[in-house]
């Protein structure tokens, strides 16, 4: 397990006990998830980037971290005031951003990248969507609210039509990604899918000859896309410039450490997460030519597009540039 999920919500708990209506400059407070997806935000932690680059402003930047399970709770702690940054999925953030238009206007702050997410199944007999059952269930992160949730409903809408686009809802089940992970290594379980990310889904198909996957999402998407995604309020970002400009540029200084190299941003994820995870297998999912680390959304509208089609969000965007900031490294977002 890659992180200590009881210390995690106890954590969180306090936390989200301690919301405060605003935070001063120099201060941050984070929320992140379970998986490598999460990598750049290890490594600004590891290697305090956030403070370094605050310092460059002649700032003395506080940065908090907590970890979460699913883009609900990361939405509810950010609409709370408990947590100034969200790291979740696309879906989560589209939620945010149409529910809090002319209010607090949640917009995206950041890619944390490109990763291809599978949906595992140990069950023999599924091998497409298509051939889950009743008798089956599907771990994501948040039903109908994760990112995973919403390319399966997309998978699902292309498949049966709009009007059954949730029609896997009824048999999924929010469990976090390293329990669900256990679950399909084990077997004998009610779940027999996980729609998870690396390298979650990695281990389930290394420590389980019978896991194989049913879903890619870049064949959803329709190529490589950024799952994951940071995400504020216009209130932080505008009342606290110097803080977000070294959260941002501590970004990139990350994914460029990690694009040279991979064995430090390999070593810094075993530490951080206090994590098991093989290093081998953590090396080929960094270097692995679908995975792209960088801050720019890319291939995110489709999920917009559609959540809009079947009435997940009341407002369409008209394009990425709607749900993500004005800012100089998001250019060319898609």
Request: charged fraction near 20%; charge should be positive.
């Amino acid at each position: 397990m890659l992180k200590n999920l009881v210390a995690a919500t106890l954590a969180a708990g306090l936390t989200l006990g301690a919301a405060t209506a605003a935070r001063a400059e120099g201060q941050i407070r984070i929320a992140e998830q379970f998986g490598i997806v999460y990598l750049l935000l290890d490594v600004a932690k590891d290697q305090k980037l956030i403070e370094k680059q605050g310092k460059a402003q002649g700032l003395d930047i506080k940065v908090d971290y907590v970890t979460l399970s699913g883009g609900a709770a990361v939405n509810d702690a950010l609409l709370s005031g408990s947590i100034d940054v969200a790291g979740a999925g696309v879906g989560p953030l589209l939620t945010l951003w149409d529910r809090t238009r002319a209010r607090q206007n949640v917009r995206g702050i950041a890619s944390l990248g490109n990763f291809p997410y599978y949906l595992v199944s140990n069950n023999p007999n599924v091998k497409t969507i298509a051939d889950f059952t009743d008798k089956d269930r599907i771990a994501v992160p948040a039903v109908g609210v994760s990112v995973q949730s919403r390319v399966l409903q997309l998978a699902s809408a292309k498949l049966w039509g709009d009007a059954q686009y949730n029609k896997l809802d009824k048999i999924s089940v929010a469990v976090p990604h390293p329990e669900a992970t256990a679950a399909i290594i084990k077997g004998g379980t009610e779940i027999t899918g996980h729609f998870g990310n690396p390298p979650f889904q990695e281990q389930s198909l290394a420590g389980n000859p019978n896991a194989r996957i049913v879903l890619k999402s870049y064949d959803v998407l329709g190529g490589p896309a950024s799952a994951t995604v940071l995400y504020g309020t216009e209130k932080f970002r505008e009342q606290n410039p110097k803080t977000y400009k070294a959260f941002v540029d501590a970004l990139a200084e990350a994914a460029q450490l990690i694009r040279g190299n991979p064995e430090l941003a390999a070593d810094i994820f075993i530490r951080t997460n206090k994590s098991n995870v093989d290093r081998k297998l953590l090396l080929s999912i960094i270097k692995n030519p679908e995975v792209q680390f960088k801050l720019a959304p890319e291939n995110t509208y489709a999920l917009a597009e559609f959540m809009h089609r079947v009435g997940a969000i009341k407002n369409k965007p008209a394009s990425v540039k709607d749900y993500f900031f004005d800012d100089a490294h998001l250019a060319g977002g898609s």
